[in-house]
């Protein structure tokens, strides 16, 4: 399912117009990246929680040429399933 | 921070954001999520622009050991839910590390960095109590500060090892840590106290210095007093030992005087002390002692000086070329030439220099007007200057 079939779907079952359903997807989009950033996280019922978490830095090593690389910490957005979500897939 | 946002906060800011009623706004968003669940569930897959993919992937069986009994067994292969984020979206997120860069590093920088690592990890634990793994899965508001103080640590050990420190405090000012700033006041603090011991010592040693005139010429003169009654020969390799050290010194500390108005002042205070306790204490002690004693005493005192004049000597006058030190003290004082007003700066030296033609031959003023201490003559008096007769 594609960006275009989603907003579809979505427009329809809100009962607005595609436009506008693009326009809100944006704002929501736009909304949640200012809570990622202020480090909290989008937590919702049936779906699951989207946050940022922040990854160490490491050392790894090219296994062919064994050149060590030191990479950077970095955040990253996180997706975890809730449990009932997890259920539906079994 | 470390807020956990729910459906209908998340609607509440979208009202404002969007401009449509809460109501519509967390009906909005609850389909929004309610299509991504049920069609990454039925159809495997959603691309939502600016989000990123949800995706269902298929895990193998696996096998597995139970790490409390050692059995083995099989993790039965199951789906599960992948997302991942739009590769803006993805940069943005990543904005405050997005300065770092990986790099390549040596296997003993590695090494270097994985101590470190162990010992900070040490040093973490302790005041936080808690194990980090713990930590990692509660995700609480320590760990995420925890996290970022790690990063910051690491950094800073990693650019330690890059030998780049000045993107140091770069970071620290993106991201300042209660421990990152602690360490860097204690390092501050310690840096302050050594810069203080370094200061109080040489404002010591300059102190001493400049006192020394004073306090040697006194030193000298009890020196003198003592020595003059037994033996002259002590005093005078005291003397000759002292000064001259003191000369030098002077004439390193004011880089060797090429012009005369700037040799003016080093020559002051080096000249003097060198002299003065020769002869005008040697003279007066003379009277008691037979006269063939005099060049012979008189003689190595000059021979201290001749260091500290041979310095100075580029400023003599050209039928002054040939004028030895042993010159010096071949003249005897014989009545008043003229009377000299001392002008502020001026020292003996000038006056002679400018009575005599040479400023070696000052000795004879200090001792003419019984000067004790020429390194502090006030400005206004009026000077005598001896008519000087060579033997």
């Known amino acids: 399912m594609n960006n275009k079939q989603f907003l579809?779907?979505?427009?329809?079952?809100?009962q607005i117009g595609a436009d506008q359903a693009s326009v809100q997807v944006e704002n929501l989009l736009g909304v949640m990246e200012k809570i990622w950033q202020d480090g909290d996280s989008v937590s919702l019922s049936g779906f699951g929680v989207l946050e940022v978490k922040k990854k160490n830095e490491r050392v790894s090593v090219n296994p062919t040429t064994g050149v060590r690389m030191l990479v950077p910490p970095k955040l990253v957005l996180t997706y975890k399933p809730s449990s009932l979500l997890k259920e539906k897939l079994k | 921070?470390?807020?956990?946002?729910?459906?209908?906060?998340?609607?509440?800011?979208?009202?404002?954001?969007?401009?449509m009623s809460k109501a519509a706004a967390e009906q909005f968003v609850k389909n929004f999520f309610d299509i991504i669940s049920q069609r990454v569930l039925?159809?495997?897959?959603?691309?939502?622009?600016?989000?990123?993919?949800f995706k269902l992937i298929q895990m193998e069986d696996r096998e597995s050991v139970n790490v409390n009994t050692g059995e083995r067994f099989t993790i039965e292969g199951h789906q599960k839910i992948s997302f991942v984020p739009d590769a803006d979206l993805?940069?943005?997120?990543?904005?405050?590390?997005?300065?770092?860069?990986?790099?390549e590093i040596t296997k003993e920088q590695a090494d270097e960095l994985a101590k470190m690592e162990s010992d900070k990890d040490a040093d973490d634990s302790e005041p936080e109590e808690k194990p980090q793994p713990v930590k990692e899965e509660k995700k609480s508001a320590k760990e995420k500060r925890l996290a970022q103080k790690q990063a910051q640590k690491a950094e800073a050990a990693r650019k330690k090892a890059e030998k780049q420190l000045q993107k140091e405090p770069?970071?620290?000012d993106a991201n300042p840590t209660v421990k990152d700033i602690t360490q860097k006041k204690s390092t501050r603090c310690l840096l302050k106290v050594l810069i203080g011991i370094l200061i109080t010592i040489l404002v010591l040693g300059l102190t001493l210095f400049m006192l020394w005139p004073l306090v040697g010429n006194r030193v000298l003169d009890i020196v003198d007093k003592s020595l003059n009654k037994e033996k002259i020969e002590v005093v005078k390799e005291k003397q000759s030992a002292d000064p001259v050290e003191e000369a030098v010194k002077k004439e390193e500390v004011k880089d060797a005087p090429a012009q005369e108005p700037a040799a003016k002042p080093a020559e002051k205070p080096a000249d003097k002390p060198a002299v003065q306790p020769a002869q005008p204490q040697n003279k007066p002690a003379e009277p008691a002692a037979k006269p063939a004693e005099k060049p012979a005493q008189t003689k190595p005192a000059t021979e201290t000086k001749y260091p500290v004049v041979k310095l100075n000597a580029q400023d003599e006058a050209k039928d002054l070329s040939e004028f030895t030190l042993a010159d010096v003290v071949n003249y005897t004082m014989d009545g008043e030439?003229?009377?000299h007003k001392l002008l502020k700066g001026e020292t003996l030296t000038v006056v002679a220099l400018k009575y005599y033609g040479s400023k070696k031959l000052w000795p004879y003023i200090a001792k003419y007007n019984n000067i004790k201490d020429p390194a502090r003559l006030s400005p206004g008096i009026i000077i005598k200057v001896p008519v000087l007769k060579s033997k």
Not at chain 2, 90 to 103: G, H, L, S, Y
Request: charged share 30%.
């Open chain 2, 42 to 53: 039925s159809e495997g897959l959603v691309k939502v622009k600016g989000l990123g993919t």
């Open chain 2, 90 to 103: 993805k940069e943005r997120i990543n904005k405050p590390f997005a300065a770092f860069d990986t790099v």
């Open chain 1, 8 to 14: 579809n779907e979505l427009s329809d079952k809100c």
């Open chain 2, 337 to 339: 030439l003229t009377t």
């Open chain 2, 1 to 19: 921070m470390d807020n956990k946002i729910n459906l209908s906060q998340l609607a509440e800011r979208l009202a404002q954001e969007g401009g």
């Open chain 2, 170 to 172: 770069q970071k620290g």
